[in-house]
């Protein structure tokens, strides 16, 4: 039995006086011993109102250090921490529900309306305010508190429900054992130790919110600065501010983008932070060459919800040199390129990328697990170049066939940012009468820049084959965008064209 071990209650007898957590919306800040007796009267909390080894408990809330003690109280009693979207309708919602089936839900009063027309089958609903006091932070316990949980490190200790960009969200479990080798190669290869300040701005619904890089932090004994939602303004002040000393952060890359156009940017310098990474979709050249000329450098990192965050992450060094890559295999990571079961090697050669090792999910919540060992595919196609470094070309199932050859529309979304007015472009196929399928391609210009759809097409004419070149170019004021922060592709197809 490789037993779990409890890194709060760790830090707790070591370093007491450490900062463990910052709520950016409340003000709050928690020392490891006041957070470690506040994850123990939430573990109490949660099994006084019925949640046991094995049961799911939910949490529908906006960002809050609430959430980071949620899950570790979860830890102390064996039960399941399921973080649930918020933006979600109560359709949307009453299917994950009815999947993961929880024996207590918390809900933020704001979200709490959400509820009110899903059957949560006997769920304790209990309440949350991330101003402070929530349910949990009043009560008073009576009788002995439960012991803790005696766990294994293949225990189960979060569902996080995938994104759905193309489907039906899945609930990916996520082990003790996936989360502890993500700290460390994460901590291995960004530089994480107990003098470390992480900020957490991604939705922690998702696996970015948690893994990256807060329970990394958490598991090094640094300090995890959460912000309420996404604001770019509050995001910059945060990065900048040589008071905190922020080290650390991961975004998407619309978080960098928004970033980039506020006012002063021009003037930013950010010393003491050490790791800017970015991930979650396709970072464009010109915005990573917009932080490069302020003397940042976004490290590219690839990774999903089934690989508890980053598999792959590019050097502060390499990522000067080699600009769109998404690096080599972290410490815990095998990664292979594949096609039609054929293992791809040549460098330039397109595969689907398929991983194995101890980061990698054991399966979804009501599914079968993968057997141990077995490579797991993830939609994504990538190449190498002639040293081994990988590029994301796209996913496997966002490309389309244009008079029989696969276009891959992150490909033409790549060149087209690599236009000076373009900040976004989304690409989508529609049916042609002679080709089969044609690119269809959603722009946003940046403020003060506006081309023709003819000045675009020309843009890409010397970057993408005359078959790659999307035949529709339709202005848009913003992207529809994923909680997550990625452009929502299946809102867009209602987007009407420009004819």
Request: aromatic residues 8%.
């Given at each position: 039995?490789?037993?779990?071990?409890?890194?709060?209650?760790?830090?707790?007898?070591?370093?007491?006086?450490?900062?463990?957590?910052?709520?950016?919306?409340?003000?709050?800040?928690?020392?490891?011993?006041?957070?470690?007796?506040?994850?123990?009267?939430?573990?109490?909390?949660?099994?006084?109102?019925?949640?046991?080894?094995?049961?799911?408990?939910?949490?529908?809330?906006?960002?809050?250090?609430?959430?980071?003690?949620?899950?570790?109280?979860?830890?102390?009693?064996?039960?399941?921490?399921?973080?649930?979207?918020?933006?979600?309708?109560?359709?949307?919602?009453?299917?994950?529900?009815?999947?993961?089936?929880?024996?207590?839900?918390?809900?933020?009063?704001?979200?709490?309306?959400?509820?009110?027309?899903?059957?949560?089958?006997?769920?304790?609903?209990?309440?949350?305010?991330?101003?402070?006091?929530?349910?949990?932070?009043?009560?008073?316990?009576?009788?002995?508190?439960?012991?803790?949980?005696?766990?294994?490190?293949?225990?189960?200790?979060?569902?996080?429900?995938?994104?759905?960009?193309?489907?039906?969200?899945?609930?990916?479990?996520?082990?003790?054992?996936?989360?502890?080798?993500?700290?460390?190669?994460?901590?291995?290869?960004?530089?994480?130790?107990?003098?470390?300040?992480?900020?957490?701005?991604?939705?922690?619904?998702?696996?970015?919110?948690?893994?990256?890089?807060?329970?990394v932090a958490f598991h090094w004994g640094g300090t995890v600065h959460v912000m309420r939602t996404f604001d770019a303004r509050q995001a910059l002040a945060l990065?900048?501010?040589?008071?905190?000393?922020?080290?650390?952060?991961?975004?998407?890359?619309?978080?960098?983008?928004?970033?980039?156009?506020?006012?002063?940017?021009?003037d930013l310098e950010l010393p003491h932070v050490k790791v800017c990474a970015v991930g979650g979709a396709p970072c464009s050249q010109t915005l990573l060459e917009?932080?490069?000329?302020?003397?940042?450098?976004?490290?590219?990192?690839?990774?999903?919800?089934?690989?508890?965050?980053?598999?792959?992450?590019?050097?502060?060094?390499?990522?000067?040199?080699?600009?769109?890559?998404?690096?080599?295999?972290?410490?815990?990571?095998?990664?292979?390129?594949?096609?039609?079961?054929?293992?791809?090697?040549?460098?330039?050669?397109?595969?689907?990328?398929?991983?194995?090792?101890?980061?990698?999910?054991?399966?979804?919540?009501?599914?079968?697990?993968?057997?141990?060992?077995?490579?797991?595919?993830?939609?994504?196609?990538?190449?190498?170049?002639?040293?081994?470094?990988?590029?994301?070309?796209?996913?496997?199932?966002?490309?389309?066939?244009?008079?029989?050859?696969?276009?891959?529309?992150?490909?033409?979304?790549?060149?087209?940012?690599?236009?000076?007015?373009?900040?976004?472009?989304?690409?989508?196929?529609?049916?042609?009468?002679?080709?089969?399928?044609?690119?269809?391609?959603?722009?946003?210009?940046?403020?003060?820049?506006?081309?023709?759809?003819?000045?675009?097409?020309?843009?890409?004419?010397?970057?993408?084959?005359?078959?790659?070149?999307?035949?529709?170019?339709?202005?848009?004021?913003?992207?529809?965008?994923?909680?997550?922060?990625?452009?929502?592709?299946?809102?867009?197809?209602g987007v009407p064209s420009a004819a």
């Amino acid at each position: 039995m490789n037993m779990v071990m409890d890194w709060i209650a760790h830090h707790a007898i070591n370093q007491p006086n450490r900062v463990a957590a910052v709520d950016c919306f409340s003000q709050r800040r928690f020392t490891y011993a006041a957070f470690h007796r506040r994850v123990d009267r939430a573990a109490t909390f949660l099994h006084a109102h019925g949640a046991r080894r094995g049961d799911r408990v939910a949490t529908l809330s906006y960002n809050s250090t609430d959430l980071f003690e949620l899950q570790f109280a979860c830890q102390r009693i064996g039960a399941i921490y399921v973080p649930l979207n918020w933006r979600l309708t109560p359709m949307e919602l009453q299917r994950l529900v009815a999947d993961c089936t929880p024996s207590v839900i918390l809900a933020h009063e704001d979200f709490a309306p959400n509820l009110a027309t899903v059957d949560t089958a006997g769920a304790a609903l209990l309440s949350l305010n991330d101003g402070g006091p929530s349910a949990y932070e009043d009560w008073r316990p009576d009788g002995t508190p439960p012991g803790r949980a005696v766990l294994d490190s293949g225990d189960t200790w979060e569902i996080v429900y995938t994104s759905g960009s193309s489907g039906v969200p899945k609930g990916a479990c996520i082990t003790y054992g996936m989360a502890l080798h993500n700290c460390i190669h994460a901590g291995v290869h960004f530089g994480f130790d107990g003098a470390s300040n992480t900020l957490t701005f991604l939705p922690m619904f998702h696996i970015s919110g948690l893994n990256a890089y807060g329970n990394v932090a958490f598991h090094w004994g640094g300090t995890v600065h959460v912000m309420r939602t996404f604001d770019a303004r509050q995001a910059l002040a945060l990065l900048r501010d040589p008071g905190l000393g922020i080290s650390h952060v991961l975004g998407v890359p619309t978080n960098y983008l928004m970033m980039s156009e506020q006012p002063g940017f021009e003037d930013l310098e950010l010393p003491h932070v050490k790791v800017c990474a970015v991930g979650g979709a396709p970072c464009s050249q010109t915005l990573l060459e917009t932080y490069e000329r302020r003397g940042i450098t976004l490290q590219n990192v690839w990774g999903m919800t089934e690989t508890t965050t980053a598999a792959t992450a590019l050097s502060k060094a390499a990522s000067r040199a080699r600009l769109g890559s998404c690096g080599r295999p972290l410490l815990h990571v095998e990664l292979r390129l594949a096609n039609g079961g054929t293992v791809v090697t040549e460098a330039g050669a397109h595969g689907e990328i398929e991983v194995r090792g101890p980061t990698i999910t054991p399966g979804y919540w009501n599914t079968p697990s993968r057997a141990a060992g077995d490579w797991f595919g993830t939609g994504d196609i990538a190449h190498y170049d002639d040293d081994g470094y990988l590029y994301l070309v796209g996913r496997a199932k966002d490309f389309y066939i244009s008079g029989g050859e696969n276009v891959y529309c992150a490909e033409v979304e790549q060149a087209l940012c690599s236009h000076d007015a373009i900040a976004q472009a989304a690409v989508i196929s529609m049916p042609h009468p002679k080709w089969g399928e044609v690119g269809r391609a959603y722009v946003v210009f940046k403020k003060g820049y506006a081309l023709t759809p003819e000045e675009v097409i020309t843009h890409c004419r010397s970057r993408l084959a005359k078959y790659k070149l999307p035949q529709e170019i339709v202005p848009l004021p913003e992207m529809p965008l994923l909680a997550s922060g990625k452009i929502d592709k299946v809102s867009l197809r209602g987007v009407p064209s420009a004819a």
